[in-house]
């Protein structure tokens, strides 16, 4: 059943890291209309800062290009988060998403994926090697 959309916010941001802050603040204030609990409110901006950070440091990671984030409000109390990039794409999604593993060298940690579907609970990735990643999240949250 697919559920009603009450409220969306379409976005488009340069990749720099500078920007990854202004997703997560965005996000947040976007989200307050679902009046999140403090716990909430931290793992959403949580999970967008991995979706968006993963799209900075892999897909352009010799370029500036463009970062797409949707939020949606959907009845229920759900959030529903698109992270998309036309950046590198991902080989091999399944390797990706491996606990520790990563490609963006020793300072990377490899938890994005990890950190994004233990915070939101429904993870969706989708790529195309050379046309992009599209990364989307939902968690419903306690209050209506």
């Known amino acids: 059943m697919k559920k009603k959309i ?3 916010l379409k976005l488009s941001f340069p990749s720099r890291s500078a920007n ?3 997703a997560r603040s965005i996000a947040a ?7 999140p609990t403090m716990e909430e409110l931290c793992d959403v901006k949580t999970a967008v800062s991995e979706a968006v950070t993963n799209a900075v440091v892999h897909a352009y ?6 970062i797409e984030m949707t939020l949606r409000l959907l009845e229920g ?5 698109s992270v998309r990039d036309k950046g590198r794409g991902i080989e091999n ?4 998403r491996t606990p520790t593993y990563t490609t963006g060298g020793a300072d990377r940690s490899g938890m994005g994926f990890t950190i994004m579907e233990s915070f939101m609970g429904y993870l969706r ?7 992009g990643t599209s990364v989307r999240m939902r968690k419903k949250l306690g209050h209506e």
């Open 6 to 8: 009450l409220n969306t």
């Open 20 to 22: 990854e802050a202004l």
């Open 29 to 35: 204030a976007f989200v307050s209309q679902l009046d």
């Open 61 to 66: 990671p010799d370029r500036v290009g463009t």
């Open 77 to 81: 109390g759900e959030i529903d988060i």
């Open 93 to 96: 999604i399944d390797l990706a």
């Open 125 to 131: 990735v989708l790529s195309t090697p050379g046309r």
